[in-house]
């Protein structure tokens, strides 16, 4: 409960931007995944960076949780609101405020999304690349440290992320990072806060890297034989240099349900879906070379178009296959496993995640971006019944201590939350005592979205 004088001077600066409209606290509690709901007490719609200072500063004052909230698009719970408080929604700091083309530069608010950014940029011959496939504001994209099906060829957000305005919580406004491309200026800040999830402050500007638009795009469909056959020519064609853009996977469970759902179409095999960019004679080499790679690995109806329509439908039914498998089970959530390992145990780990899924009552499709080692298992539980609930978070428990094993993750781009709170100490040992040191120097009261990430916080 917010106590009375906090609200009145959070309703004085904002005053229709501050709700406590029951159906808007719902909306801010809800998770994309199986976490119940955990609404605030009242959410703000900040347009100014000092705004949110003041906000940030009201909330210390009186012991508030302070939440950030981009488009609600993260599957672990790190915007929901599981001691109240006030959640801090960027979507009215949604400004595109500055391109350099020349130093293929951005400068944005945490509200603006991946692809409003790319219409933006479309006139400059410049793009943004990191795709997780949900359309979340870069903000929350930084928080989360996140990445997605582009990130083998233009890494995730940790490699886009250049400086950083971020609100402490104490109300501080600091800058991190420069314009320069490299720096050996002291701590780099702007790291420590990409991937905090909003424990250390809120980001209120960021500056990215921007990219090239390549000059020709080709997508491509390879099915095979096995599962092992496919990560074998994974590791092959990274090991001989090929740079595709994106390299997907999906197994014969999720190309079953993208073809009823769907109408994908796809024999019923394992299947790779990759993306090459270039020039016109070094995608049609690229790709034409990975094809004769696959058919060394039990590869077959390998396929590759340039037409835009069709690259579109190819990745656009990717995006969509989370909520395609839902719907093969009416009315399910699932737990989402998110597990990243070194390519060289992919197909180890695959294959382990496969026979814990078989052995198992529930349904769990297995996919996930193969290029850089980072799988999903998407196990479909009924919301209401507990015990399938236990099940798939054992299964996930026991694919993130087998990735752990491998020299793995726990989350190769979902984040922590709280959902994978309770895996960080067999991930980190001590070091997981040091980011709550260091939580505890910035946010010494433990404000700023308590629950996440670190441990006591």
């Known amino acids: 409960m917010i106590p009375g004088d906090a609200l009145n001077e959070l309703d004085a600066m904002l005053g229709e931007r501050l709700s406590t409209g029951k159906s808007d606290l719902a909306l801010h509690g809800r998770s994309e995944t199986y976490h119940g709901e955990m609404p605030p007490d009242a959410v703000v719609y900040p347009d100014t960076t000092e705004e949110v200072a003041r906000i940030v500063e009201i909330c210390a004052r009186h012991g508030l949780p302070v939440i950030g909230w981009g488009t609600g698009t993260a599957l672990e719970g790190h915007a929901s609101a599981p001691r109240g408080g006030v959640t801090v929604d960027f979507r009215r700091m949604d400004r595109v405020l500055e391109v350099v083309p020349e130093d293929m530069l951005v400068r944005v608010q945490p509200g603006v999304t991946r692809e409003a950014l790319n219409t933006e940029l479309r006139a400059t011959g410049l793009f943004f690349p990191v795709d997780p496939g949900a359309n979340a504001s870069l903000g929350g994209m930084a928080a989360t440290r996140a990445s997605g099906t582009t990130a083998v060829r233009y890494g995730t957000m940790r ?18 990072g420069t314009r320069a491309r490299k720096s050996s200026a002291g701590y780099d800040l702007t790291g420590l806060f990409v991937g905090s999830e909003g424990t250390l402050g809120l980001m209120t500007e960021l500056t990215l890297r921007l990219w090239g638009q390549p000059e020709a795009i080709s997508a491509a469909v390879c099915g095979f034989e096995t599962t092992e056959g496919a990560i074998a020519a994974v590791i092959l064609a990274m090991q001989m240099g090929l740079a595709p853009a994106r390299i997907e996977y999906v197994d014969v469970a999720t190309v079953r349900i993208l073809n009823a759902i769907d109408g994908a179409d796809l024999p019923e095999r394992p299947h790779l879906l990759l993306e090459f960019h270039g020039s016109d ?11 004769e790679i696959a058919a060394e690995h039990g590869g077959g109806d390998y396929a590759w178009a340039t037409r835009a329509e069709e690259r579109s439908r190819l990745w656009s039914m990717r995006h969509r296959a989370y909520h395609t498998i839902l719907a093969s089970r009416p009315g399910a959530t699932a737990v989402v496993t998110d597990v990243c390992v070194p390519i060289s145990r992919l197909g180890e780990a695959l294959g382990r995640a496969a026979e814990a899924v078989a052995a198992s009552p529930l349904e769990g499709p297995i996919l996930g971006h193969v290029g850089d080692g980072n799988y999903h298992a998407i196990l479909m539980v009924d919301r209401d019944d507990a015990g399938e609930a236990a099940e798939a978070k054992r299964l996930s428990d026991a694919m993130v201590a087998h990735a752990l094993e491998l020299g793995g993750t726990a989350t190769g781009e979902h984040g922590v939350g709280f959902g994978k709170l309770h895996l960080m100490e067999a991930e980190h040992g001590a070091a997981w005592d040091v980011m709550g040191a260091v939580k505890r120097a910035l946010d010494p009261e433990g404000v700023m979205n308590p629950g996440k990430l670190v441990r006591g916080n």
């Open 159 to 176: 490699d886009q992320v250049r400086g950083l305005e971020v609100v402490l919580a104490d109300g501080r406004v600091i800058r991190t």
């Open 281 to 291: 004679a070094a995608v049609a080499e690229e790709a034409a070379r990975f094809g």
